[in-house]
């Protein structure tokens, strides 16, 4: 069983900044395939950010330009570096790992609002 913690969530003003993390507590860390989703009040979850174990990432059109998801497989990390946040970015953010199987984190908050 792989856990997944998330971190760094929190209030922000828009056009600020978050970076978010997800430790992994796996040493096979470097062979999964690392993705970014986020739920907003009364919607589904959807997918932000995915990379791939040799580092190929993708992004949903709404964030592509303003996040940044990368990994550091020293630290069985995963980021989402989030800048230019808007209103609707609003949502718990959730990290998930695929390899074998795929396991989730609890989520973090964000909150966009002045």
Excluded: H
């Amino acid at each position: 069983q792989v856990q997944l913690v998330e971190s760094g969530g929190g209030l922000v003003q828009p056009g600020g900044s978050l970076r978010l993390s997800c430790a992994a507590s796996t040493t096979g860390f470097s062979r999964y395939t690392m993705s970014w989703y986020r739920q907003a009040p009364g919607k589904q979850r959807e997918w932000v950010a995915i990379i791939s174990s040799s580092g190929i990432t993708n992004y949903a059109d709404d964030v592509k330009g303003r996040f940044t998801i990368s990994r550091d497989n020293s630290r069985s990390t995963v980021y989402l570096q989030m800048n230019s946040l808007r209103p609707e970015d609003t949502a718990v953010y959730y990290c998930s790992g695929s390899w074998a199987s795929t396991y989730w984190g609890q989520g973090t908050q964000v909150t966009v609002s002045s």
